[in-house]
């Protein structure tokens, strides 16, 4: 199984970017699809998670109001979408993938990640 991040780079503030996930190796049917950051110093934190196989976007409140996520099955592709980005938004973000029957905001929810792709945001 991968999931292969990628769209990460350096952005002004107020900037937006677009992060994809591609999967492969198995079906994710059933499986929740989440995104992830973590900042230098700081715990994995929660960013975004969607069902593969229901459009179901859920946001952290961080998130809200400027990121989104969705997926696309036909591509095998999930991807966040970020607005109005801001320096505290700088991290390295993973996709992972998990069962959907458990806490979607959770880390160990998820049995597959992917390697990171750097997001910095500058002021």
Do not use: H
């Amino acid at each position: 199984v991968q999931l292969q991040a990628s769209g990460g780079g350096l952005v002004q503030a107020g900037g937006s970017l677009r992060l994809s996930c591609a999967v492969s190796g198995r079906t994710f049917s059933g499986y929740v699809m989440g995104w992830f950051r973590q900042a230098p110093g700081k715990e994995r934190e929660f960013v975004a998670a969607i069902l593969w196989d229901i459009d179901s976007p859920y946001l952290a409140d961080s998130a809200k109001g400027r990121f989104s996520i969705s997926r696309d099955v036909t591509k095998n592709t999930v991807y966040v979408q970020m607005y109005r980005l801001k320096p505290e938004d700088t991290a390295v973000y993973y996709c992972a993938a998990g069962p959907q029957d458990s806490s979607v905001v959770v880390p160990s929810t998820y049995v597959y990640w992917g390697q990171g792709t750097l997001v910095t945001v500058s002021s």
